[in-house]
């Protein structure tokens, strides 16, 4: 299958054959004359042989896409036969020891859909250089270890662009002489001190407005922030400007880091690959996580926006000053950065529910990539292109990482570690190790076994044994790793266990930390006054399976008497998981009925104790998805999945109505709307009570529903009784729908929503009005953000529709891959991760999904993005 594929889609980059750059860049001066359809860039870059290199080397750019018009050295026009071009790169042979490069060349912006370089986005051009798109917009060393300060000259039309910005201080502005082939331009100057990447650069272009504050350093800077937006949204900007004061302070408080340019600015465009870019001083934002107000974002969105203002800002520091040598090293900014906003997030808002949170995502997306075909270390060793792997893998497995470095040395060592890590490491492009070595430094511990959780993928499971004998306990822990793609071996890792034992009051024994460093572990207590549980991993100290032979009762013990959140939480999760597991014929409890009587009670308990917070009773109320019982079964068969997960609900609503009617009554939350952790997670118990009071659609919910839905201020609780009207199989949906559409349609962000809820409804003849939704005005397959709404949606969280037994789902699905594939291939590659799992499912699926899988595969004129994915998840087939 390899062989008959074009031999570029096969050249892989290695860790392996890092090598530093014969050449370093000292300055680059670019100047822009932008223009939708012919766009002229000069780049003059001060190039230098880099200090050990004997002369002679060639020089070699990096550049797909551009028509170049002019090369010259030192203001010397090259002949032809001076350099040489290809697809993929400028080669110039022989250069000076050090020298001016100036080259000119011209680049097409509006057609740009796959949104990589420079594009536009309704009207205004933008740029989104992460990972290798600075090389669609001039020659290049397009790679993160070559560092240069950088002036920015941008040119344009003033009346369709009066906003001209890119990154660092500006420098000066002003109307360019009146001319006939460019009456009413003008023009700015940007200058960045701060050597940076060139996958940091950004430019913004157009008609925007803007808001406006002020922040003071500690050490007395000034620094004027701005959020631009398009002049419409301009009201639904302030709670990113306060997100983005938050994030500031906190990262002087927390890690000791302070802005460093006169300027912060954010950017909302609508046409975005990714959640947001950290480009030095001029972050780019999906407007998804920027815009917002009460009556068209959810408590869902704020906490989002809070979430990544956080986190992009923070990369000024991890990620910006101190860069990653290669994108073998991606893990080094992203699971640091992300670790860093958990941490924010854990601050402003609930801490055990954030942890909850966090490893619910974790569960959700980077258990099931650890498990399959597309497992990969958080430290990758090969790509073929880096874009694929910008996965939970390197983000959130990485954070993890990151986290029990911290558990293992201590908060002081682990503040003093990063103080050393970004002293050091100032200005330049660092590597994994050299983030680790600082973890030693500070500790003086050998982290030497820690570092294979950066080169093995793959879940550890840690399996649990016990003995009771009379007072005295032992408890045996062994570890053990299955195989993944090209890692049969896995060796023993260090992995950090917080554990306690609980008896039916509560703790027996006070948190200890144990270091599983071998394969297994035997501990033994004695003087115990009862049986105890063991709660392992509390806080989810280490990103692991437990396979723990818990009973149900065991399991009720630490979900109503363990002091740990987050196993309280587990547990019941895990639970009410193995019940649904159970009705559908694949779990280990006996009487799943009587059970769930027993869980209904426990909840009822949490329901109505004073002491927990209402956000903690809505995680633990939440009913495990479709999704992640398939997630959790060994033969995936969607359609026992979906009926045994209708029966848990309705045996639990039965038990629970009165108190669910009660809790729905009680937090609903009195005006003015604020979206702060507290009111959010009154809103989340309501809404989530309402959920499950939808289990069984009667006409007296409904007509909460549609009370909720008519007296509504705010998109939290008209999104929940929206949705779960899309959910429900009654005559009011239809007009439900409609209506919201009709209400909405002038709110794309909000139309976004309302395609996602059709493309999650699970009921008959669910495929054909999301084919339908296809041909909608407001679907738009080149808006990423349309895509995931209704195609990413629709394959990653429906099951049931998904995988309907006809392969129908699949069919749809494949031919939308297709379709977007010239588009955008990184957002058609991402979306090819919702067949992850087709290895387990029941053999009529599998067949289907894999015979897919295969013809993509062997698809003549795929971009590397989807081949690379395709290969990877059909291998060995
Ligand atoms: N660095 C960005 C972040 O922190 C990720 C990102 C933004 C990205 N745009 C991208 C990655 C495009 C790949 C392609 O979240
Ligand atoms: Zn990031």
Same mark, same amino acid.
């Given at each position: 299958?390899?062989t008959?594929t074009?031999?570029d889609k096969?050249?892989? *980059?290695w860790?392996?054959?890092?090598q530093?750059p014969?050449?370093g860049?000292?300055?680059?001066r670019l100047e822009?004359?932008?223009?939708?359809?012919?766009t002229k $860039?000069?780049?003059?870059?001060?190039?230098?042989l880099?200090p050990?290199?004997a002369?002679?080397?060639?020089?070699?750019?990096d550049g797909?896409?551009?028509?170049? $018009?002019a090369?010259?050295?030192?203001?010397?026009?090259?002949?032809?036969?001076?350099?040489?071009v290809t697809? *993929?790169?400028l080669?110039?042979?022989?250069?000076p020891?050090?020298?001016?490069?100036?080259?000119?060349?011209?680049?097409?912006p509006?057609?740009?859909?796959?949104?990589s370089?420079?594009?536009m986005?309704n009207g205004?051009f933008?740029?989104?250089?992460?990972?290798?798109?600075?090389?669609?917009?001039?020659y290049y060393?397009?790679?993160?270890?070559v560092l240069?300060?950088?002036?920015?000259?941008?040119?344009?039309e003033?009346?369709?662009?009066?906003?001209?910005?890119?990154?660092?201080?500006p420098?000066q502005?002003?109307?360019l002489p009146?001319s006939?082939?460019?009456?009413?331009w003008h023009?700015?100057e940007?200058?960045?001190?701060?050597p940076?990447?060139c996958?940091?650069?950004?430019?913004?272009?157009?008609?925007?407005a803007?808001v406006?504050d002020q922040?003071q350093?500690?050490s007395?800077?000034?620094?004027?922030?701005?959020?631009?937006? =398009?002049?419409?949204?301009?009201g639904?900007?302030?709670?990113t400007?306060?997100?983005?004061?938050? &994030?500031?302070?906190?990262d002087?408080?927390?890690?000791?880091?302070e802005?460093d340019l006169d300027?912060?600015?954010i950017?909302?465009?609508?046409?975005?690959?990714?959640?947001?870019m950290?480009?030095?001083?001029?972050n780019?934002?999906n407007?998804a996580?920027?815009l917002a107000s009460?009556? *068209?974002a959810?408590?869902?969105d704020?906490?989002?926006?809070?979430g990544?203002?956080?986190?992009?800002?923070?990369?000024?520091?991890s990620?910006n000053?101190?860069?990653?040598r290669d994108?073998?090293?991606?893990?080094?900014k992203?699971?640091f950065?992300?670790?860093?906003?958990?941490?924010?997030s854990a601050?402003?808002?609930?801490r055990? $529910?954030?942890r909850?949170?966090d490893?619910?995502?974790?569960?959700q997306s980077q258990?099931?990539?650890?498990a399959?075909p597309l497992a %990969?270390?958080?430290r990758?060793?090969?790509y073929i292109t880096?874009?694929?792997?910008?996965?939970?893998t390197?983000?959130?497995?990485?954070?993890?990482l990151?986290?029990m470095?911290k558990t293992?040395?201590?908060a002081?060592?682990?503040?003093?570690a990063?103080d050393i890590?970004f002293?050091?490491?100032d200005?330049?492009?660092?590597?994994?190790d050299?983030?680790?070595?600082c973890m030693?430094?500070?500790s003086?511990?050998?982290l030497?076994?820690?570092?294979r959780?950066?080169?093995?993928?793959?879940?550890?499971e840690? &399996?649990?044994?016990?003995?009771?004998?009379n007072?005295?306990y032992?408890?045996?822990l062994?570890?053990?790793?299955?195989?993944?793609?090209g890692?049969?071996?896995?060796?023993?890792?260090?992995?950090p266990?917080?554990?306690?034992?609980?008896?039916?009051?509560?703790?027996?024994?006070? +948190?200890?930390?144990?270091e599983?460093e071998?394969e297994?572990?035997?501990?033994?207590f004695?003087?115990l006054?009862?049986k105890p549980?063991?709660?392992?991993?509390?806080?989810?100290?280490?990103?692991?399976?437990?396979?723990?032979?818990?009973?149900v009762?065991d399991?009720l013990?630490?979900?109503q008497?363990?002091?740990?959140?987050f196993n309280?939480?587990? =547990?019941?999760?895990?639970?009410a998981q193995?019940?649904?597991?159970?009705?559908?014929?694949?779990?280990?409890?006996?009487?799943?009925e009587?059970?769930v009587?027993?869980?209904a009670n426990a909840?009822?308990?949490?329901?109505?104790?004073e002491?927990?917070?209402p956000a903690?009773?809505?995680?633990?109320?939440?009913?495990p998805?479709e999704?992640?019982?398939?997630? &959790?079964? +060994?033969?995936?068969?969607?359609e026992?999945?979906?009926?045994?997960r209708?029966?848990?609900? &309705?045996?639990?609503?039965k038990q629970?109505?009165?108190?669910?009617?009660?809790?729905? +009554?009680?937090?609903?939350?009195?005006?003015?709307?604020s979206?702060?952790?507290e009111?959010a997670?009154?809103r989340?118990?309501?809404?989530?009570?309402?959920a499950?009071l939808?289990?069984?659609?009667?006409?007296?919910v409904?007509s909460?529903?549609?009370? =909720?839905? +008519?007296?509504?201020?705010?998109m939290?609780d008209?999104?929940?009784?929206v949705?779960?009207a899309?959910?429900?199989?009654?005559p009011?949906?239809?007009q439900?729908?409609?209506?919201?559409?009709?209400?909405w349609? %002038?709110?794309?962000?909000?139309?976004n929503?309302?395609?996602?809820?059709?493309?999650?409804s699970g009921?008959?003849g669910?495929?054909?009005?999301i084919?339908?939704?296809m041909?909608?005005?407001?679907?738009d397959?080149r808006?990423?953000?349309?895509?995931r709404?209704?195609?990413g949606?629709?394959?990653?969280?429906?099951?049931g529709?998904f %995988?309907l037994?006809?392969?129908?789902?699949?069919?749809?699905?494949?031919?939308?891959?297709?379709?977007?594939d010239p588009?955008?291939?990184q957002?058609?590659?991402?979306?090819?991760?919702a067949?992850?799992?087709w290895r387990?499912?029941e053999?009529?699926r599998?067949?289907?999904?894999s015979?897919?899988?295969?013809?993509?595969?062997?698809?003549?004129?795929?971009s590397?993005?989807?081949?690379e994915?395709?290969e990877r998840?059909a291998?060995?087939?």
């Open positions: 299958m390899k008959d074009a031999p096969v050249n892989k *980059t860790l392996k054959d890092y530093q014969d050449y860049i000292r300055h680059t822009f004359e932008l223009s939708p359809q012919k $860039v000069l780049a003059r870059l001060q190039i230098g880099a050990d290199r002369e002679g080397e060639p020089l070699i750019l797909e896409g551009l028509e170049l $018009v090369v010259r050295i030192d203001g010397q026009a090259l002949a032809e036969d001076q350099y040489e697809d *993929t790169q080669i110039i042979p022989r250069v020891v050090s020298f001016t490069l100036e080259t000119e060349v011209f680049i097409n509006a057609g740009n859909t796959a949104l370089g420079l594009y986005s205004m933008c740029t989104q250089c992460e990972a290798e798109g600075f090389r669609h917009i001039t060393m397009d790679r993160p270890d240069s300060t950088y002036d920015v000259r941008i040119e344009a003033k009346a369709a662009n009066p906003v001209l910005l890119a990154n660092g201080n420098v502005s002003g109307d009146e006939d082939e460019r009456p009413g023009f700015a940007w200058s960045d001190p701060h940076k990447p996958y940091l650069f950004a430019l913004v272009a157009g008609d925007l803007h406006e922040f350093t500690k007395g800077r000034d620094v004027t922030l701005r959020v631009f937006v =398009q002049p419409e949204n301009v639904k900007c302030d709670y400007l306060d997100a983005l004061k938050r &994030s500031m302070a906190w002087e408080e927390t890690f000791g880091r802005y300027i912060f600015m950017v909302a465009v609508d046409h975005f690959n990714f959640g947001a950290e480009n030095k001083g001029l780019i934002f407007s996580y920027v009460p009556e *068209t959810t408590d869902m704020y906490e989002l926006i809070e990544i203002v956080a986190h992009e800002y923070f990369h000024n520091w990620g000053r101190v860069t990653c994108w073998f090293q991606l893990c080094l992203e699971g950065t992300v670790f860093r906003d958990q941490e924010f601050d402003q808002r609930s055990p $529910v954030q909850i949170k490893v619910r995502r974790l569960w258990f099931p990539e650890d399959g %990969h270390p958080v990758p060793e090969s880096i874009d694929n792997f910008y996965t939970a390197v983000y959130n497995k990485g954070a993890e990151v986290r470095m293992l040395v201590g002081d060592d682990f503040r003093r990063t890590y002293d050091r490491h200005g330049e492009a660092a590597t994994v050299d983030f680790v070595i030693e430094e500070a003086g511990r050998d030497g076994q820690f570092r959780w950066y080169s093995d993928a793959g879940t550890p840690i &399996s649990v044994t016990d003995n009771w004998d007072g005295n032992t408890l045996t062994t570890q053990k790793t299955a195989p993944t793609p890692q049969p071996e896995k060796p023993a890792r260090h992995i266990v917080k554990l306690a034992l609980v008896g039916t009051d509560g703790p027996l024994t006070d +948190e200890e930390l144990i599983l071998g297994a572990k035997t501990l033994t004695s003087g006054p009862e549980v063991p709660s392992l991993c509390r806080g989810f100290s280490a990103p692991v399976r437990l396979k723990q032979a818990l009973d009762a399991r013990t630490l979900i008497s363990d002091t740990d959140p309280r939480w587990s =547990q019941a999760h895990l639970l193995d019940l649904i597991k159970s009705f559908a014929g694949q779990g280990k409890i006996d009487q799943p009587e059970a009587f027993a869980y909840l009822g308990v949490i329901l109505q104790d002491t927990l917070e903690f009773k809505a995680e633990i109320l939440r009913v998805t999704s992640d019982i398939v997630r &959790s079964v +060994e033969i995936i068969d969607p026992a999945i979906g009926t045994a209708k029966t848990f609900r &309705s045996i639990l609503l629970l109505r009165p108190l669910l009617m009660q809790a729905w +009554e009680a937090n609903r939350t009195a005006p003015p709307y979206p702060a952790a009111q997670g009154q989340g118990l309501k809404n989530t009570a309402l499950l939808m289990a069984e659609p009667d006409d007296e409904m909460l529903i549609q009370k =909720q839905i +008519e007296t509504a201020d705010n939290t008209e999104a929940a009784a949705s779960l899309a959910f429900a199989d009654r009011e949906r239809e439900i729908l409609a209506g919201f559409y009709a209400k349609q %002038h709110e794309t962000l909000v139309v929503k309302w395609l996602a809820w059709q493309a999650l009921l008959p669910a495929l054909a009005e084919q339908r939704l041909a909608h005005e407001a679907f397959l808006n990423p953000n349309k895509v709404a209704l195609i949606a629709f394959a990653m969280e429906n099951p529709t %995988h037994a006809d392969g129908s789902g699949y069919a749809f699905f494949f031919d939308r891959i297709r379709e977007l588009v955008n291939p957002v058609a590659a991402r979306l090819l991760t067949t992850e799992n387990r499912l053999p009529g599998r067949g289907k999904l015979e897919k899988l295969k013809a993509l595969c062997a698809t003549e004129g795929l590397k993005n989807v081949y994915m395709a998840l291998d060995g087939e």
